[in-house]
């Protein structure tokens, strides 16, 4: 019954298993610890830092994250650049995905017409979509889509074509999700509703949004993560200039592997605080879900 | 039973419903056809608690859902009384699913206020209220999980009043709920009703509950549901189960029951 929702199974992870504890010392200190300490020494031995650098190295650069590199900005210059463009990829997702999700799963011949075209594009790898993008959107940034031109400022970082691209990546996830979550609304809830004296549009804010709300936040959880899978993807491919994966790929070109592994911890790090952000706003939002009776 | 009586009382008090050889047919997917209902005659009277008796897929819920308008009749016809209408002052309890589990109870008490655009503040005193007088108070912030199964039936039952009906239908509201909470809230809603005199057309199998409850217990014959008898209950309220009375008319209206077995 915990599950009338209908969540995708393994995939999802579910807000279940958000149960599970995350503040065990064992696993934040003692392992990563023990594997930096081995990795240290494994470093020291091989003494090949361009392959494999000591984690001091990586520690000096974590430390110094304003440090310029070359001509491609700093660690967190760079980090701040993808998320930016995360943030509005996902934005964008977010409330696309949503609405047509809520359009789709309410109303059936919504659905029947576009759930063909969503099952062909939704197994398509974001990045296939670069060169569409590119090729549609040139080198356009989103302050020349306003007109604004050139403006001295980080948003000139911010092309279309990569938001475009973080646009898809996370709007399949939400556009699913969403989708599975109305179309599962139980009919009792609707029932109860309308001899309650809730009208069409009134059992839409009041009975589908709340009831499909930890689907929502599900999906929003899901397509966030691949925004950020995305994104580092696209950034390293050619044509990028800046963002954290392209300081991954440029620093890998110049052999300093020690930037290479202090990006990638740092992506790492920044997927899983977005991923515990999401967990904490969905456990406070639907307190309900998984306990209805 | 005295029909003398119910003729005599027609003529003053104004009818809530009435069903004249109303009668409802199911398609299945194989092309069947089910009769759920045949020929069902009934008269409720405004103010009258009438409890419909039979067992589980008998059609009660079936005549229910026609007396709401969920489903449509395929013969005879149906007629509510002139100021009642669904969506409106028609409320609906039924066992499971009750209340909406993403609302406190207070929330889900006010739902029906909140459809028809009353303010907030006026909204959650009348929840508050309608908590109190259903026993629930100090429960007005928790969900329906963390209440137990009869907080939870009462809490449903505020709601449904909430909206003052006219008419309530319960689809086998007490359920799914122990023995003891079963008499309490009994006792709850026969209370409730002498109070406001609302008319109530309660559904059950439980034999028991359908005399401790109804001024009228109407037992329903199964495939095709059909009210079989009807048996008027002039026990004085709240009820005592020892009453020789009241075993009588349980064995009586047991006896019905089985009878149709064979």
């Known amino acids: 019954m915990s599950r009338w929702l209908g969540c995708p199974t393994a995939d999802s992870g579910g807000l279940e298993c958000q149960a599970s504890k995350v503040g065990s010392p064992l696993g934040w200190i003692v392992v990563p610890v023990v594997l930096l300490v081995i990795w240290q020494a494994a470093a020291q031995l091989l003494n090949q830092p361009w392959i494999f650098p000591p984690v001091t190295r990586v520690i000096g650069q974590l430390v110094h994250p304003l440090r310029e590199h070359y001509a491609s900005g700093s660690l967190l210059s760079n980090t701040f650049i993808s998320l930016l463009r995360v943030l509005l990829g996902f934005l964008l997702a977010a409330v696309t995905g949503i609405g047509l999700g809520i359009a789709m799963g309410s109303i059936r011949i919504v659905r029947s017409s576009l759930e063909p075209i969503v099952e062909v594009l939704r197994p398509l790898c974001p990045i296939a979509w670069l060169p569409f993008a590119i090729a549609v959107f040139k080198r356009g940034t989103l302050p020349q889509l306003f007109g604004f031109g050139y403006t001295r400022t980080v948003f000139d970082q911010v092309q279309l074509g990569m938001v475009f691209v973080i646009f898809v990546g996370g709007f399949f996830p939400i556009l699913t999700n969403t989708l599975d979550g109305v179309a599962g609304v139980r009919r009792n809830y609707l029932l109860l509703a309308q001899t309650l004296g809730a009208k069409r549009r009134q059992v839409f804010w009041y009975v589908y949004l709340p009831a499909s709300m930890p689907m929502i936040l599900t999906g929003l959880r899901q397509g966030l993560g691949l925004c950020w899978f995305v994104i580092i993807a696209a950034e390293m491919l050619p044509g990028a200039e800046s963002g954290i994966g392209y300081l991954l790929i440029y620093a890998s070109d110049n052999a300093a592997m020690d930037i290479v592994i202090a990006s990638m911890l740092i992506v790492g790090g920044i997927g899983a605080l977005l991923g515990l952000m999401m967990r904490k706003i969905m456990s406070g939002l639907v307190r309900w879900h998984g306990k209805e009776i | ?262």
């Open chain 2, 1 to 262: 039973m005295t029909s003398g009586e119910i003729n005599n009382s027609s003529k003053e008090i104004p009818m809530a419903l009435e069903l004249h050889k109303v009668g409802k047919t199911f398609q299945s997917d194989t092309g069947a056809s089910v009769k759920a209902l045949e020929d069902v005659n009934l008269l409720v009277h405004q103010g009258e608690f009438v409890t419909l008796l039979g067992a589980t897929g008998c059609g009660k819920t079936t005549l229910l859902n026609l007396i709401t308008g969920l489903d449509v009749a395929n013969e005879g016809h149906l007629r509510l009384g002139e100021d009642l209408r669904f969506g409106d002052n028609i409320a609906h309890v039924f066992q499971h699913y009750t209340l909406f589990p993403w609302r406190t109870a207070a929330s889900n008490v006010s739902f029906g206020l909140q459809m028809r655009g009353v303010r907030r503040a006026e909204r959650q005193s009348r929840a508050v209220a309608m908590l109190t007088k259903v026993g629930l108070r100090g429960f007005e912030n928790a969900y329906p999980h963390e209440l137990s199964g009869g907080m939870r039936q009462r809490a449903a039952i505020a709601q449904a009043l909430a909206i003052e009906p006219k008419l309530l239908l319960m689809d086998e509201p007490f359920g799914a709920v122990d023995d003891s909470t079963r008499t309490e809230l009994q006792q709850m809603l026969t209370d409730l009703w002498q109070e406001n005199q609302t008319t109530i057309i309660f559904v059950t199998h439980n034999i028991d509950e359908a005399i401790v409850l109804g001024s009228r217990v109407l037992v329903f014959r199964e495939r095709p549901g059909k009210i079989a008898c009807e048996f008027k209950i002039d026990l004085p309220r709240p009820r005592d189960r020892m009453n020789s009375e009241f075993t009588k008319l349980f064995i009586q209206i047991r006896t019905k029951l089985s009878g149709q077995l064979d």
